[in-house]
């Protein structure tokens, strides 16, 4: 007699697919936080296989700092061109040449607090209702009150 049970990891995705459907079925206009991290791309891959074989019906939207590394890039416009998906990238950089942020300066400077008026304009100009992300940047919750953090 075959045994159905599901390992743990398959109970876990099988639980991320559930509530990625649903964010999809529950919202008018969701998003994927991409930041290029391991945490992002398995978020993507799950939306793939959730939503397969029609395309992930919401984008993917990545801030970038303007200090990510090529390969990280490289292989998000890859992900992106194989699955079909939809892009968005809010640029730190363009913000700062703006006016709008300051670039902070010294040894420790950094631009990841930069970071949240890029997002926090990204999602209003995308009027979207609903944000999934992981990742160490919201468990920091430096994130607007409107983004669906998964548990744990």
Excluded: C, W
Excluded at 108 to 126: D, K
Excluded at 135 to 147: C, D, E, L, Q, S
């Amino acid at each position: 007699m075959p045994n159905y049970q599901l390992s743990h990891l398959k109970e876990l995705e099988s639980e991320s697919i559930f509530v990625l459907r649903e964010v999809a079925a529950q919202f008018e206009n969701p998003v994927i936080l991409f930041s290029g991290g391991k945490d992002s791309i398995l978020m993507t891959y799950l939306a793939v296989k959730a939503f397969y074989p029609a395309r992930v019906p919401f984008p993917l939207l990545h801030i970038d700092t303007g200090h990510n590394f090529q390969e990280t890039l490289d292989y998000r416009d890859m992900l992106v061109e194989k699955y079909g998906l939809r892009l968005i990238v809010g640029s730190v950089q363009e913000a700062i040449d703006r006016g709008e942020i300051a670039e902070e300066k010294g040894f420790n400077a950094s631009r990841n607090n930069l970071q949240t008026h890029v997002l926090l304009q990204a999602m209003e100009q995308g009027k979207f209702d609903a944000a999934m992300g992981g990742g160490a940047g919201m468990k920091k919750k430096r994130v607007p009150k409107n983004v669906f953090l998964p548990s744990r």
